[in-house]
């Protein structure tokens, strides 16, 4: 299968290393940098201090050993979707983790085995004796294969779970890494295969070599058999772009191979290998996003509107011309109502399969090309009122595997012709009884009037306000759509199914700033708008107190990453509104955030805060510079990882000093390893699962608003 939803331009999976310049960049006046030196003594010392105040407070809870436990138990079950993560000719890879192998096997089934539901595993790796053998925490980062043939691999592992990792060359064939063979020392790089003896590396080269965000600024050729320091440069970014990378894209037997340059995070440019290595540029807007080759033609998605085709929609060129330097004109290949919002596109070799959101519910379409050059849709038979998840396909066959679920459906895996007719292939057993949930979609109206759709789960025949937990996101186009209610660890994995068992309210929200609407969605609340997305999830709680669902001071937000900025927003401009707040891995001082770590990639999103007109509205929402002395804040919780390398700890660190020395109560638990997802295995994501549950139950249900 080609890639799916290739993010050639704006690399959001990466992340910096750009290092820290505590003294040179600390805005004036900030009693709380030192909490930045990410390592230093007394930062760890004051996080010692605080996650042991808080590992006391909530492990004491009657509940925890018992959730803990639990939680632990639904994540290691070996009744789990084995999810295909490649088809390799006539074998299908997954990565698979349980309470015996915590970092992993990777291992291989035949493609006819998987597609029967009854796979034969081979392992391929075992990650837990690797990392035993090397005494190194080896957290999987993937394995890309060399196509057509698959034998050898270039497989990339982080230690300890940071986006930095090493990349070394295995040989499928003989089950070992290839004694010296392709290998990269710990960077944050990207390598793609240009054939069996050559690689395009882009990585950290020494000094000037990176970008302001910390990416790869530098691409080089790299043969075989020669040390690293011989690779030739191909492309070089400026300082000031987010990175310069590579990529590979199969259509049939041929291989393309591309260089881009992402200019910021949702501008840049792309060229494809040409005859003799020449680069041609690829002509389409540097909003775009290139997802695919199928039968000669270039596919991409338009993320903003381009001539008579409206933004959202799919366009195809013709590749042999743009090979040879030319420009040949684009055609449709797919436009969305303005209901709906592609999420994905993805190939097999003759068909397209687009993941389509139809009012935040999934749909699966595939598209064949037809006798007049146009496109017939087929749509699968797949449950309705469901998120879809694209895997990975079986390029001859014409299939594709799709993951389906919802708040109250458990994940099952089909198998999905390009005739539309699917085949369960896998499905995992119920966790809780559904019949006793109603699942309710409402719209809030938001304060410009625009109508906010969120998702709803509670006990049936509840007739009496409850606390509520809303999760949301907003923004970077990523749609937050519902998902089985044990899963997701990063939303604290079962808690929501707890939450909802013991007759509270479960929502997750649909905010601007997403992409459950297509670009548009997205757009509507980038920098300066920023508190439209704010506005939503006001607007939603406000709902759910007009429903007489719940009241105010009894609902939690929840956020992670820019959802964490969303949450730290919310605590601090509606401390009236909510009562808890579950911060995750979060941006907070957004004065600061473009000089931290990966930081400067999302002034796209944000707007620059050292330009006076961005700053200008970024410190109006800033949750950092908006805590205040004399303002009773909500209690709230903290996680994160002192190996984030992507968002910065310092925010966690420097709001929950500030809060506290404000006099507001603060929960607080920073794991040692983990990266930007904060748990290394499942043992961690249930004691994170089993904290956030005792603190919801002592802050919201107990209304215990004293400190750890």
Not at 141 to 154: I, V
Not at 398 to 408: E, G, K, L, R
Request: aromatic share 10%.
């Amino acid at each position: 299968m080609k890639p799916t939803s290739r993010r050639i331009l704006a690399l959001a999976g990466v992340a910096a290393v750009a290092p820290l310049l505590i003294a040179a960049t600390a805005q004036s006046g900030d009693p709380y940098v030192w909490l930045e030196d990410i390592h230093g003594e007394k930062a760890l010392a004051a996080v010692d201090k605080w996650n042991a105040e808080t590992m006391a407070a909530l492990t004491a809870a009657p509940t925890y050993e018992k959730d803990r436990v639990e939680a632990k138990a639904i994540m290691d079950d070996d009744a789990q979707i084995a999810e295909p993560g490649q088809v390799m000719g006539d074998v299908v890879t997954n990565l698979w983790q349980d309470a015996r192998h915590t970092h992993g096997l990777w291992r291989e089934a035949s493609l006819a085995s998987f597609k029967a539901g009854k796979p034969e595993w081979k392992t391929l790796i075992d990650l837990d004796a690797l990392s035993k053998a090397e005494n190194q925490k080896w957290v999987w980062h993937g394995a890309d294969c060399l196509a057509p043939e698959y034998k050898r691999c270039l497989i990339s592992l982080s230690p300890g779970g940071s986006d930095a990792d090493v990349v070394r060359e295995w040989d499928r064939t003989t089950g070992k890494f290839v004694d010296g063979g392709f290998e990269l020392p710990q960077a944050k790089s990207g390598v793609t295969w240009q054939d069996s003896d050559t690689l395009l590396v882009g990585t950290d080269w020494g000094a000037g070599s990176m970008t302001d965000s910390g990416y790869p600024r530098v691409l080089k050729r790299w043969k075989r058999g020669t040390p690293l320091s011989s690779a030739t440069t191909v492309m070089e970014g400026a300082p000031s772009d987010i990175s310069v990378g590579s990529f590979a894209i199969m259509d049939g037997d041929k291989r393309y191979v591309f260089v881009t340059r992402a200019t910021s995070f949702y501008t840049g440019r792309a060229w494809v290998e040409g005859a003799g290595g020449a680069l041609m540029p690829v002509p389409m807007p540097d909003t775009a996003d290139l997802h695919g080759i199928i039968g000669g033609k270039l596919l991409a998605y338009l993320n903003k509107p381009m001539g008579e085709f409206k933004a959202g929609s799919v366009i195809s060129w013709p590749i042999a011309p743009i090979a040879e330097g030319k420009a040949p004109a684009p055609s449709l290949v797919f436009a969305p109502t303005d209901k709906q919002a592609v999420q994905s596109v993805s190939t097999t070799d003759h068909a397209v399969w687009i993941n389509l959101l139809d009012n935040v519910s999934g749909k699966l379409l595939a598209l064949k090309p037809d006798s007049d050059g146009g496109w017939t849709q087929t749509v699968a038979s797949l449950p309705d009122k469901a998120t879809i998840a694209l895997d990975a396909g079986d390029d001859k066959s014409d299939t594709v595997f799709a993951t389906v679920q919802s708040f109250t459906v458990p994940p099952t895996l089909y198998a999905v012709g390009a005739d539309g007719k699917s085949n369960a292939v896998q499905s995992l057993p119920a966790k809780f009884d559904a019949s006793k949930i109603d699942v309710e979609q409402y719209f809030a109206t938001s304060k410009d009037g625009t109508k906010v759709p969120y998702f709803l789960a509670r006990k049936k025949g509840a007739t009496k306000p409850a606390a509520a937990f809303i999760h949301a996101y907003g923004g970077f186009r990523a749609a937050q759509l519902p998902t089985y209610l044990t899963t997701q660890p990063y939303r604290a994995g079962p808690v929501a199914m707890w939450w909802v068992d013991e007759g509270q309210v479960y929502v997750l929200a649909n905010i601007r700033g997403g992409g459950e609407y297509g670009p548009g969605w997205h757009d509507s609340a980038l920098r300066q708008n920023r508190q439209r997305a704010y506005d939503d999830l006001y607007a939603v709680a406000e709902d759910l107190v007009a429903r007489g669902l719940t009241t105010k001071g009894k609902i939690a937000v929840s956020g992670r990453s820019n959802g964490g900025l969303m949450a730290g927003v919310a605590v601090t401009q509606r401390p009236d509104l909510f009562g808890a707040a579950i911060i995750g891995s979060p941006l907070l001082d957004m004065k600061r955030y473009s000089h931290l770590l990966a930081g400067a990639s999302w002034m796209a999103e944000y707007g620059d805060p050292d330009v006076p007109g961005d700053w200008a509205f970024i410190r109006k929402y800033s949750p950092y510079q908006a805590v205040k002395k004399g303002t009773k804040y909500p209690p709230v919780f903290f996680y994160s990882s002192t190996e984030d390398d992507r968002v910065h700890p310092g925010h966690a660190r420097k709001m929950a000093a500030k809060l506290m020395d404000y006099g507001n109560p603060v929960y607080f638990h920073e794991y040692r390893l983990g990266g930007h997802s904060v748990g290394g295995d499942h043992g961690e994501d249930a004691v994170r699962a089993a904290l956030i549950h005792a603190y919801l139950d002592r802050v919201l249900i107990k209304g215990d608003k004293s400190a750890p």
